[in-house]
Nanobody
Framework: QVQLVESGGGLVQAGGSLRLSCAASGRTFSGDAMGWFRQVPGKEREFVAV????????VYADSVKGRFTISRDNAKNMVYLQMNSLRPEDTAVYYCAADNSIIRVRVTPYYWGQGTQVTVSS
């Protein structure tokens, strides 16, 4: 059974940092691009960042560029999202996602995690 399990969410003050982790199992995700999305109640899920299968290419949403960093460790089947300079508008449920290309992850990833809540207080 394929699973993506997020962790690392929580409550942080504005300007603070959090590191999200996503553990992949049931499949060798080293052949997949992996990414992060976020969703606020009442709004559509939005793309945050994606990393290529080798880690050599990353793409970010404009709203997080320069503040967030996505990375991966294929030996551990893990992907990470380092979030710095957090703002209240970053508050959302963050989801890990995977598919076989960067484009597919950005548009309609096939694999999804269950999400982890990030709350940034002002």
């Amino acid at each position: 059974q394929v699973q993506l399990v997020e962790s690392g969410g929580g409550l942080v003050q504005a300007g603070g940092s959090l590191r999200l982790s996503c553990a992949a199992s049931g499949r060798t995700f080293s052949g997949d691009a992996m990414g992060w999305f976020r969703q606020v109640p009442g709004k559509e899920r939005e793309f945050v960042a994606v990393v290529s299968r080798t880690g050599g290419t990353t793409v970010y949403a404009d709203s997080v560029k320069g503040r967030f960093t996505i990375s991966r460790d294929n030996a551990k089947n893990m992907v990470y999202l380092q979030m710095n300079s957090l703002r209240p508008e970053d508050t959302a449920v963050y989801y890990c996602a995977a598919d076989n290309s960067i484009i597919r992850v950005r548009v309609t990833p096939y694999y999804w995690g269950q999400g982890t809540q990030v709350t940034v207080s002002s």
